[in-house]
């Protein structure tokens, strides 16, 4: 294995499969088999999740009301989509453990970065819930702090894409995917990875992200196996 610690980053919108908003019990069990997969490997997994599932399909109420307020419900959002990933996983049989940024001691461990990693020691998955437990921030941003905190080896960004390319493939029929980018090529072409925050915060730890897509059977087991799929973003 190429890796030996992951930080898997899964977008809420990702959870949804091909419903309009919410959760897609098959998906999410889709990608406990994949993450079981490479635990049983040895590899080690720490998870950010969002909340765009649940987050935009409350949005509307949301509308006029404070930003802080909003990124509240959102930060929530990710607690609800943690807690269906942490039993999907248990499902499969595999331990795991949901922190969160924000308190919700009835409900999950708060977010304390030595218990994570020991955790992860031990075999544990860990679900990384509330984002950074701050509004104005993503769930990129999260995952990229968190990752550093647990000094993850890579940041495996699983979206429904199959990497970077040169322009919106699902816009433009001529795009061409790249194998492997710099973070300042990224930034000079004005390529959207993650948000700002996130992506430099990457950049100025030298933090590698591979962007793939998730939604392939066995390809999380691909790109922990060092396998060139999706597109890798180093120095
Ligand atoms: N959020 C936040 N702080 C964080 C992470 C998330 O306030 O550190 C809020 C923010 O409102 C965001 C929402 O939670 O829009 C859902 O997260 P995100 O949009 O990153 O989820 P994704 O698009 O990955 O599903």
Same mark, same amino acid.
């Not at 809420?12 to 949804?16: I, T, Y």
């Not at 984002?131 to 993503?138: A, I, L």
């Not at 897509?213 to 059977?217: F, Q």
């Given at each position: 294995m190429k890796y030996k610690r992951i930080l898997l980053k899964l977008s809420?919108?990702?959870?949804?499969g091909n419903r309009q908003y919410g959760i897609d019990p098959a998906r999410l069990s889709e990608y406990a088999n994949d993450i079981k997969e490479i635990t049983e490997k040895g590899i080690e997994v720490a998870i950010v999740i969002g909340g765009g599932n649940i987050f935009r399909g409350v949005a509307g109420a949301s509308n006029g009301m404070d930003r802080v307020q909003g990124d509240h419900m959102g930060m929530l959002a990710t607690v609800i989509n943690g807690l269906a990933l942490q039993s999907a996983l248990e499902n499969a049989d595999v331990p795991t453990r949901l922190q969160t940024a924000i308190h919700i001691e009835q409900v999950a461990e708060p977010f304390i970065r030595r218990k994570a990693m020991r955790h992860l020691e031990k075999g544990r998955v860990v679900i990384f819930g509330?984002?950074?437990?701050?509004?104005?921030?993503?769930t990129d941003s999260a995952a990229v702090l968190r990752a550093i905190e647990i000094e993850a080896d890579v940041i495996l960004k699983g979206t429904r894409v199959d990497g970077i390319y040169t322009a919106d493939p699902e816009k433009d029929s001529k795009a061409i995917k790249f194998d492997h980018i710099t973070f300042d090529d990224v930034l000079r072409k004005g390529l +959207?990875?993650?948000d700002t925050t996130a992506f430099t915060l990457s950049q100025e730890n030298e933090l590698p992200i591979i962007v793939f897509?998730?939604?392939? +059977?066995g390809n999380l087991l691909k790109v922990v196996s060092g396998e060139n799929i999706g597109t890798k973003v180093n120095l």
């Open positions: 809420g919108e990702a959870l949804m509330g984002g950074t437990g701050n509004p104005y921030f993503t +959207k990875v993650m897509d998730m939604n392939k +059977k």
